[in-house]
């Protein structure tokens, strides 16, 4: 039987076609949206509740979802859209593909409600084109699934309401995860992020008001109406409401993707991965996706996992995509391939990401080769200060806080390597007791 | 929609594909199903586009050339010179790296002797340069064919599927 306190992975627990549409309204799926149809919940008061929940934005930044709904012009007669991100490629995250995978239904029930909400009768789902196999098929097979059984369309269920929802398909660029990037590359441009303001809520897909959503976000909508704000608020801490799943990857024994109420301490998420690989040493955690800040051991391990206690400890939550190294790690080459992945995946409109992504892979590059100098390790930080906070999106902010927070936290791996012709410290004769 | 006179370098097939694309947005946004149509477009073509093709996609959506090359070279999943039948890509994003990612790609290129970025040539495999993580870290290490999603991949895993290739 499934668990009872998840929320996106309510179906989890299903041996047999988890995804399917029976088993969602076995655990009282589109119940929330029955509701809505019957007319108990207006918009404001959808919106109402959700601001009640707390519920925080899981796409990266951890954006108030209520406050973010509550900024669309939801009464006022133009097209209003609504756009859910299933780009997902911020490194190291990988949960929205489970919810694609195995409970879509969560997340076309928290769209069909969220778009009533925001005024909104068509929602687009944009997934990301590397999941044209698997995901695409579910989340489309659902979406007909919920059509044949009339919870989307027009006048659904005699209610008045229209909604229809889509599916789009991208094509690979991480640029397109940016809800800018998303909205240019779903009008069929290339994803480069557009300047703000105007916000997306004033002008989006095609300058009409629209809201883009993280998958995860959507997908926690039904839950809450349907078990009231108070619930979620209750199942996570002050600051952080209800459950996240955390991708856990790396140097763990059993790395998936946990859902686990907001607050849980990082020693019991590591003890529910199974602990260390192998019983090794921990080296460092990213907490939240390869954008935050990398934390060395001592600053996470009596941390607890929510926005504000990471936040105090020095990093970000995220995407609760939780990258865990073992003291074999090599920072320095952790670090380089973190520059190449932005250097790569920068679209090229701002020039301080541009060249500076650029410049910090070439010199990671060059200290690794044996060839750097301590300069250089200057000449890194002074680079990514001078992209943070001076492009267009937060792409280069992304850049910037990798080499900032590894130079902080593990310079003498860098300054070892210099001094020792570009060997690792982790590859030192001594490298155990280092 | 049903005015516009018939492309012929696009099939039936790929024009029904690009219609059903068109029909999810406004009147007038056709644009948008670009993405799509080239997906379509390139799955027929084996894998990768001609300047004819996308040509043919820019007639088809009533946009110009130029912007339909300037989202083929964009996005990565697009290849815009001749590749391999089955297109690997091996993750070797932060994750994936940790559990051992760069011995897969190596194993790989020693099996198919070519490095990463190239085709073989007899024109079975093409070893795509990925550089972006394919979101499924938590199955580390992983590799992508032909959109299919391979996991916790070892040496003796990647061999198997490879060996089920045409
Ligand atoms: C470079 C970049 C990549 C991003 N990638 C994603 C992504 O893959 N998925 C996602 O939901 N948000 C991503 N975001 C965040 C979105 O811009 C946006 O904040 C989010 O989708 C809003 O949803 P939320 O408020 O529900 O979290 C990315 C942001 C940046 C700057
Ligand atoms: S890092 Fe390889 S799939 Fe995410």
Known sequence: ?434 | MSARAFTPELSAQVCAEIDRWVGKFPAGRQRSAVLAALHAVQHENGGYLTPELMNAVADYLEMPPIQVYEIATFYSMFETKPVGRHSISVCTNISCMLRGADDIVAHIENRLGIRTGESTPDGRFYLKQEEECLAACCGAPMMMVDHRYYENLTPAAVDEVLDGLD
Not at chain 1, 376 to 396: P, R, S, Y
């Open chain 1, 1 to 434: 039987m499934p668990e009872h306190d998840l929320v996106c992975f309510a179906t989890r627990g299903f041996d047999s076609e988890p995804w399917s549409l029976d088993n969602y309204l076995s655990v009282g799926g589109y119940r929330a949206w029955q509701r809505v149809l019957d007319g108990e919940l207006d918009r404001a008061a959808i919106i109402e509740q959700v601001k009640a929940s707390g519920l925080r934005g899981r796409g990266g930044a951890g954006f108030p979802t209520g406050l973010k709904h509550s900024f669309m012009p939801r009464e006022a007669p133009m097209q209003k859209y609504l756009v859910c991100n299933s780009d997902e490629s911020e490194p190291g995250t990988c949960h929205d593909r489970e919810i694609l995978r195995l409970n879509p239904h969560s997340l076309i029930e928290g769209m069909a409600i969220s778009a009533y909400a925001m005024g909104a009768t068509v929602a687009y789902n944009y997934i990301r084109g590397e999941f044209i196999d698997e995901p695409v098929p579910r989340f489309e097979a659902a979406l007909q699934e919920a059509y044949d059984a009339g919870w989307l369309g027009k006048d659904i269920r005699g209610s008045g309401i229209d909604v229809d929802i889509h599916t789009f398909v991208g094509a690979g660029a991480y640029i397109c995860g940016e809800e800018t990037g998303l909205l240019e590359s779903l009008e069929g441009k290339p994803g480069k992020p557009r300047f703000k303001p105007p916000f997306p809520a004033q002008h989006g897909l095609y300058g009409a008001p629209t809201t883009i959503n993280n998958t995860q976000s959507l997908a926690s909508i039904p839950t809450i109406i349907l078990k009231g704000p108070q619930w979620f608020v209750d199942v996570g801490v002050e600051g952080s409401s209800g459950t996240a799943i955390f991708s856990i990857s790396g140097h763990v024994e059993r790395p998936g993707n946990y859902e686990l109420p907001l607050g849980i301490p990082f020693r019991k998420l590591l003890e529910i991965a199974g602990g260390m690989l192998g019983g090794r040493e921990l080296k460092a955690v990213i907490p939240g996706g390869s954008s935050v800040p990398v934390m060395p051991a001592g600053n996470i391990i009596d941390a607890t996992m929510d926005f504000d206690a990471i936040k105090a400890a020095g990093s970000s939550l995220g995407t609760g995509a939780v990258v865990v190294m073992d003291e074999t790690t090599c920072m320095v080459g952790m670090l380089r391939r973190i520059s190449r992945f932005y250097y790569a995946e920068s679209c090229g409109q701002c020039t301080p990401c541009r060249e500076g992504t650029g410049w910090l892979y070439r010199v990671l590059t060059r200290v690794m080769e044996g060839t750097g100098t301590h300069a250089d390790l200057d000449m890194l930080v002074d680079v990514a200060n001078k992209i943070e906070g001076h492009t267009i999106c937060a792409l280069g902010d992304a850049a910037a806080w990798p080499v900032q927070s590894f130079l902080k936290h593990f310079r003498h791996e860098f300054e070892y390597m210099i001094d020792h012709g570009g060997r690792s410290i982790v590859a030192a004769p001594d490298a155990a007791a280092a």
